[in-house]
């Protein structure tokens, strides 16, 4: 039993539909490791344990029975930004820290239909707001391969729990990197899905345009099969496209002989760590190995996207977050003198620096003064963004590139200034500018800290690019690497 941590999500489903192991066992397994290794990674905020024993159980007994679902069983968490019925949905902020969602989102709705277990919500970035993980009003979450620098964000309390092997997947969300730049720097497999493909129907919004739902897990197969089951259709969500949803896992094993890869130029630039693109070179000629035909392609209005995102992600996020005033839920400020002190104080304590700062620039983009010249703009700068990415598509079948510039860095190292702290989705950013599903997987490491492929494909592409990834994973092992003490 001592080894069910290090088993994938996939090899635990089969597990438990042959009766190997009980669901009981693994879940109790699981929230043993949670447990043990709060203090020192600080990945949850809450544990929901009583309640994961009694799914289990139930999970246990309709396996019994020859019944259940492709994920009857398996443990997962939830990054505390998807509504869970009777459980504190924070969004990593004071201002929810009081707030028990009275539904599910479609997302947890789907996996709970599914058989899975939750064993928790994940720390985050508040609001899903930053790069690090350390805005959260419950502190910073710390990376499982060396605790002294950050697992990425805003998902990284999803990324560091898989990572560790406390879960075999989670739940996450990516606005401009969220899934894939902790994915990276956690040494596994994050895959964000076309917008529109999963539904965002009780995910708290923080740019309505860009957030997208998906999956962390160890490998592109577990991926596949997670996001399999999460995705498709909801009338609850009038951003969700009426596409059927591929079956994700079938699809993992087509050849990739003559799989035409375009390597994005404007991604090996300046910024780029030479470490770090000596890690993606040579999996790029993994991928020649393979079969796959490799060709330079260029997407001139990339290097725009840092700039474009800071205007309308703010933009998006002071709107969004103009509920919560301390009127119907969330915190509210003590003795407010009238309505505005307390609309002041409720959002004044509520609300961390990052947030703040966020809608305040929001606001100002906004305004009548300043709409047409940032605004207005930076949604047509987003247009030739998506141009491009139409263009390359034309001529190849996915771009890879490198998932960030350089490997984990230390705590505190990036908060005094904003502006390097956005830099760090670079890579990230294009691809929810355009709605595109894109991939991080693990292609090595740099002075023993892990470093991330970026695979990106055209829209609804999901099964490929997962095909892509899992092909890499089957001639590698860097998914299967797990940092010392959790192994």
Same mark, same amino acid.
């Given at each position: ?26 879940? #109790? ?14 990945? /949850? ?33 939830? !990054? ?13 902020? #004071? ?31 508040? /609001? ?7 805005? =959260?009003? %419950? ?52 895959? !964000? ?15 309505? =345009? ?57 991604? /090996? ?5 030479? !470490? &770090? ?42 709107? &969004? ?22 609309? #002041? ?18 606001? %100002? ?11 207005? !703009?930076?949604?047509?700068?987003? @247009? ?9 598509? @034309? ?13 984990? /860095? ?13 830099? &760090? ?58 940092? #010392?003490?959790?192994?």
């Amino acid at each position: 039993m001592t080894d069910l941590h290090t088993s994938t999500l996939t090899e635990l489903a089969a597990g438990l539909r042959a009766r190997r192991f009980s669901s009981v066992e693994l879940v #109790r397994a699981c929230l043993d490791r949670i447990e043990a290794s709060q203090g020192t990674l600080n990945a /949850f905020i809450s544990v929901t344990r009583d309640s994961a024993l009694r799914e289990a159980a139930a999970a246990d007994a309709a396996l019994a029975a020859g019944g259940g679902g492709p994920l009857t069983g398996v443990p997962i968490a939830h !990054k505390d930004l998807f509504c869970t019925q009777g459980v504190r949905t924070s969004c990593g902020s #004071r201002m929810l820290d009081n707030f028990v969602s009275p539904y599910d989102a479609t997302v947890v709705a789907r996996l709970k239909a599914a058989g899975a277990v939750m064993v928790g919500k994940t720390n985050m970035d508040e /609001f899903a707001m930053g790069s690090s993980n350390e805005t =959260s009003y %419950y502190g910073p979450v710390r990376n499982p391969w060396d605790t002294s620098l950050v697992p990425g964000g805003s998902s990284g309390g999803s990324a560091a729990a898989v990572a560790a092997r406390l879960v075999p997947a989670a739940t996450a969300t990516d606005t401009g990197g969220s899934i894939r730049q902790p994915a990276a720097l956690c040494g596994i497999t994050g895959i !964000k899905p076309t917008y529109g493909r999963v539904s965002r129907y009780g995910m708290v919004a923080f740019a309505s =345009s860009l957030d997208q739902g998906g999956v962390l897990a160890t490998t592109a197969a577990d991926a596949a099969l997670v996001l399999r089951e999460m995705a498709g259709f909801d009338v609850n969500d009038s951003t969700s496209v009426d596409v059927p949803v591929p079956d994700y896992v079938a699809a993992l094993e087509q050849p990739l002989g003559g799989l035409k890869v375009g390597v994005l130029k404007e991604f /090996f630039d300046k910024g780029l760590d030479p !470490k &770090n693109e000596e890690r993606v070179r040579e999996s790029l000629r993994v991928y020649e190995r393979l079969g796959a035909t490799l060709t330079e392609v260029s997407l001139p209005n990339l290097p725009l996207s840092v700039p474009v995102y800071y205007v309308v992600a703010p933009a998006e996020c002071s709107s &969004n977050l103009a509920r919560f005033d301390g009127v119907r839920f969330g915190h509210r400020c003590e003795n407010p003198r009238d309505l505005q002190d307390l609309y #002041r104080r409720s959002r004044a304590e509520g609300f961390g620096a990052e947030v703040k700062r966020r809608i305040m620039t929001g606001t %100002y983009v906004l305004s009548a003064g300043y709409y047409d010249a940032y605004y207005l !703009k930076a949604q047509r700068v987003r @247009q030739l963004i998506n141009a491009d990415f139409v263009r390359a598509f @034309q001529s190849v079948d996915v771009l890879i590139g490198p998932t960030t510039p350089t490997p984990a /860095f230390a705590l505190g190292a990036k908060t005094a200034d904003p502006v390097t702290m956005y830099l &760090n989705d670079i890579y990230t950013i294009g691809a929810n500018l355009a709605g595109l599903p894109a991939v991080s997987l693990p292609c090595g490491f740099v002075d023993g800290l892990p470093v991330g492929l970026q695979i990106v494909g055209p829209h609804f592409s999901e099964a490929r690019v997962l095909q892509a990834a899992h092909a890499y994973q089957r001639a590698t092992d860097w998914h299967a690497r797990v940092p #010392r003490g959790y192994a």
